[in-house]
């Protein structure tokens, strides 16, 4: 049964889109409409009432509701988390720590520092930003978006009385960072466009004070604390070019001193550390060398090398503690992590699965003899290890709980490889259930920007699917960086293409395989993942049987030429300035919404935020007007459009089970 729904009029002027009224936020009719969609959307769901709740069920008893974190080391405090069976957000607590090595909570000594269940009674959506201790401990700032529009209240919380006073800072982008004062914070505001471009100095008794203002609409701003507690430092980022500027921490008035001024195309990002400011650079080659400076000589010239550009691997980041560097590379296609101690020889972190997701987090002080990974596979909930430096012995500290039954051997995991057209190897990883025969349904994953690597994660919520026999893989296309930095330079401005081409290579080498085939492979990508998905079932419609397209980017064409829109210029060195006659040719030609065309499209799930800076809804919106008043065939087409939410989607836990309850309830219903 097609439930009712009345089509949006296009408006069309020559020369003009022609549901560009859609974008009319607060007019009447566009409400009017998008809750129209979303009423549809439901009609159409109605069938599948007890299936999204009996998914939604499934997923919440995979979960351990009520949790206690695993505690992070401050001197001689432990800060941790607790989650409570109902409660959509986890509380924020901290504690005595009773010896050295202890991680145990001191319940006779744990204070509440902060509960967003109480302060979300207030507002429908809720979303912590920031939550940054002060060196003495005193003092909790942290930063509030109830909105999902990223602009952030900024607060500061005493921890001793629990008095509290608001930071006035209008527009803020929800960063804050300490200064050795404990008095002084350093936050960031956004511009009209909402990017990230002047940096405040904030003090109680003080007016704001205008320390830096990133003035090219390329730039975006960030700030934050060195490793070793002595510098700020305030980075200014486009989509290829960085620049570092810092100052004492124990000086907050002190002016800011550039490490290396910016030149066109020159990246590069520092820590400092015991050796002085430790620099990744890519100014001997693309997948970046490792440097070292003192702070009182700043400047390139000053630079001495610490490692020299491997053209086997790209180095992706550098972790600072007292007694080593850890070094992460990007081999194969894979994380590869490398330490070296202060006095001792280095080595290679060894991982037990072919595929996988590596990372070093936060928790450990910088003068700790270990550090914590977090590790996990498509098979393999998050395990968080300690990794002792002088030695390389590891130890498991916590594993995220999977509650009833649940085996990692009841799965198994694969690399597998697809060719480019150009004769490029692209990655896929896939998940199955063991003793799998034949042909399945299939949910392939892709996202392709940015840089932006897919590495293999788990999820509770994706059991549903595997345990009805689904398989789950990822393409990880050009455009990312997960084969390394020449990957993402090979899918972005004139080599998007690739992007688009290496998914459905990847989806026709997983049908060639005998995985799935076309009546039954579902995609599905967000953001410029979305993007993705709008061009593929433009090209090879009937390659697919269903899609699923969160916030996507899709009307590239209109956003790109529209520079008053948020974050829009500083998108120019990901897609292309559309005023040059060849850009403007090459984003027109796989533009999701402007190649709509009159033939049958793949079922399709569209999810969209009204407050959404990142995407703006109206570009889901559009796209699906286009769509319904275009294509060939009556497949379901549904759009979600989330009225009190932005980028991120829901901000509580059960609303987010919630979201993707239905989203499989959609693939379940129309592939079984």
Known sequence: MRPDLKAPQARRVA??????????????????????????????????????????????????????????????????????????YPRYYRCQRQSELSLEIDTASEQLLLDPNQLAEQHPFLEVGDFSVSPDQNWLAYSLDTQGNEVYQLFVRSLIDEQQYSLPLEQAAGTLCWANDNRTLFAISLDASARP????RLRQDADPVRVFEENDPLFYLDVYRSSSDRYICVASSSKNTSELQYLPADEPATPLQYLAPRRSGHEYDADHGEQGFVIRSNSLGENFGLFVCDPAMPGEDNWQVLRAVDDSRTLEGVELQRSALILQYRNAGL????????????????????????????GEQYNSPQVRLRYESLNRPAEILALTLA????????????????????????????????????????????????????????????????????????????????????AHVRGGADMGENWYQQGKLE????????????????????????????????????????????????????????????????????????????????????????????????????????????????????HDVRVQYWEAAK?????????????????????TAGHGGASG????????????????????
């Open 335 to 362: 994380v590869q992590l490398e330490v070296q101690p202060n006095n001792s020889p280095g080595y290679l972190v060894e991982m037990p699965d072919a595929v996988y997701s590596l990372h070093v987090q936060g």
């Open 197 to 200: 471009a002047t940096l405040w």
């Open 653 to 672: 836990r059960y609303q987010a089970m919630r979201e993707v309850a239905e989203e499989y309830a959609f693939l379940l219903r129309v592939i079984g």
């Open 495 to 610: 080599h998007k293409a690739n992007t688009f081409s290496d998914f459905i290579r990847c989806a026709e080498q997983l049908i060639s395989l005998g995985k799935t085939d076309s009546s039954q492979l579902a995609i599905a990508g967000g953001s410029a993942g979305g993007l993705l998905i709008g061009n593929v079932i433009n090209q090879r419609p009937e390659l697919f049987r269903a899609a699923v397209a969160d916030v996507p980017f899709v009307d590239v064409w209109n956003t790109m030429n529209n520079p008053e829109l948020p974050l829009t210029i500083g998108e120019y060195e990901e897609w292309g300035n559309p005023a040059e006659p060849e850009v403007a040719a090459r984003i027109k030609g796989y533009a999701p919404y402007e190649n709509v065309r009159a033939q049958a499209y793949p079922a399709l799930l569209v999810t969209a935020g009204y």
């Open 391 to 474: 030695d390389g012995s590891q130890r498991v500290l916590r594993t995220t709980p999977v509650e009833g039954q649940f085996s990692p051997d009841d799965y198994q995991v694969q690399r597998l490889w697809a060719v480019a057209d150009d004769g490029a190897r692209i990655p896929i990883s896939l998940i199955e259930p063991v003793n799998t025969q034949g042909s399945s349904p299939l949910y392939l994953y892709g996202y392709g920007a940015y840089g932006a690597s897919m590495d293999p994660w788990f999820s509770h919520a994706r059991l549903s699917l595997l345990q009805r026999g689904w398989r789950f893989a990822i």
């Open 15 to 88: 020369g003009t889109d022609p549901y560009q009224w859609l974008q009319e936020r607060d007019n009447a009719d566009v409400i009017a409409y998008l809750e129209a969609e979303n009423h549809y959307t439901e009609q159409w769901l109605a069938p599948a009432h007890s299936l999204r709740e009996q998914l939604f069920q499934e997923i919440r008893r995979r979960i351990r509701e009520t949790d206690l974190g695993l505690p992070s080391v401050r001197d001689n405090w432990l800060y941790y988390q607790r989650t409570e069976a109902g409660a959509e």
């Open 623 to 643: 796209w699906v007007a286009r769509l319904r008043a275009t294509r060939s065939n009556d497949e379901p087409l549904l759009l979600r459009t989330q009225m």
